[in-house]
Each structure stands twice: as C-alpha cells, then as structure tokens.
C-alpha cells in the first residue's frame, strides 16, 4: 500500500527555521496538504496543495514540493508552533484513497 | 461558516458494529466537487483515512479496512454515515469527519472518542 514518510521528531530554537519533510512515491502527481495538531485538538489545515496557506495561517508557514518530497518549512518558529504535524496526499491518479504521513513532532526550545 | 459534528456512540462491545454521524453546516455535499471523509487517531498514534463520500455519490476506502467499511450521505439532512463493522479493541480511536473539498480536508469537526471493550 501507498506511504508517506516523514521524521519522526524536528528540533528548533526560538526563532529559527524548522523544515518538515515528507516522501512520497506519487507527490509529483499528487498535491501534499499539511496539518498541525496541538495536543487534545483537532488537526488544523496549514498548507493545502503543496504550498498554498489558507487564510488565518501565519505567513511563517510555507509549502514546497519538488520530485517525491513535499516539505512544510517554519519560517522564525514559534513556542505556540510546537504539535505534530501530519502530511497528507492520495495515492497516484485514477485512485482517491487518502494517506498520512506517521507525523513529525516538532520541538520550539 | 462551516462546522462539522461527529456524534455515535462513545462504547462499543467487540464484534459490534459502529455507527457514526457526521453532521455539518456552512456547505453543501451537493456542490460539485465537495466530499466529506472520516479520518481517526488511536490513542497516542498518527491519524489514520478512512473513507470519503463524493458530492457524486462517488466512495472510497482505506485499503486495510475496506471490508469493514460503508460511508453514505443524507445530502438533504446534511449529514455522511460511516459504519465500521466488526468491532475490535484496536479499533478504539477519536474518529473525526472533515469536509474535503477535492479530496483534502480542510475543515474538521472536533471528534469523538469511541472505545471498544467488552
């Protein structure tokens, strides 16, 4: 079945910029969306199609993707930046089934 | 402004089946393009798809837990149905409903927690 790889744990300081990373043999076919998720809370959308931030979200946070790998960068983290964040695509096309990464817990100290 | 509503049971017996309900507002499952899935997360774990319904009636399933999957919708109640059946104590989860419009979830509802135990 598809994947989606990502690292398990990113650490930043105050400030600096976090990059997530996500693999996936069908991104170059299919958009990656991004979703943050503080503890107890429901996922939040951060990134949709790639690189586009829906409004609300902090001009801090960008997508990319190039070839199998879709990244999420944080521009001067956050301490409120702290959660996991989640990738997620569908499989290649002609097929619709959704797929997560295993998610990335990011560390702002 | 959209909001979505999980409501269902909160404990099931293994080898029961589990209704769930999605009920939202602010869109339409009639529009072109609109979907709506259900995605859950076991304790402590990543988030896991499930399914999506299509504004065409079109749906799809996880791989894994197709078989035991049916998504449908009430597009007049404003509401999508996901039944999983075969209820197993690793099947103890939050599940959450999203709008996905072209198949990525923007909005989700807050979730509820369904534990399986006899």
């Known amino acids: 079945s598809y994947e989606l790889t990502q690292p398990p744990s990113v650490s930043v300081s105050p400030g600096q910029t976090a990059r997530i990373t996500c693999s996936g043999d069908a991104l170059p076919k299919r958009y990656a969306y991004w979703y943050q998720q503080k503890s107890g809370q429901a996922p939040v959308l951060v990134i949709y199609?790639?690189?586009k931030r829906p409004s609300g979200i902090p001009e801090r946070f960008s997508g990319s993707s190039s070839g199998t790998k879709a990244t999420l960068t944080i521009s001067g983290a956050q301490v409120e930046d702290e959660a996991d964040y989640y990738c997620f695509s569908t499989e290649s096309i002609g097929y619709h089934r959704g797929v997560f990464g295993g998610g990335t817990k990011v560390t702002v100290l | 402004q959209v909001t979505l509503r999980e409501s269902g049971p909160a404990l099931v017996k293994p080898t029961q089946t589990l209704t769930l309900t999605c009920t939202f507002s602010?869109?339409?499952?009639?529009?072109?393009?609109?979907?709506v899935s259900w995605i859950r997360q076991p304790p402590g774990k990543a988030l896991e798809w499930l399914a999506r319904?299509?504004?065409?009636?079109?749906?799809y399933y996880s791989t894994s837990l197709k078989t035991r999957l049916t998504i449908s919708k009430d597009t007049s109640k404003n509401q999508v149905v996901l039944t999983m059946t075969n209820m197993d104590p690793e099947d103890t989860a939050t599940y959450f409903c999203?709008?996905?419009?072209?198949?990525?979830?923007?909005?989700w509802g807050q979730g509820t927690t369904v534990t399986v135990s006899s």
């Open positions: 319904i299509d504004w065409s009636d079109d749906k």
């Open positions: 602010g869109f339409s499952l009639s529009t072109s393009g609109m979907c």
């Open positions: 999203a709008r996905a419009p072209r198949g990525g979830m923007d909005v």
């Open positions: 199609e790639d690189s």
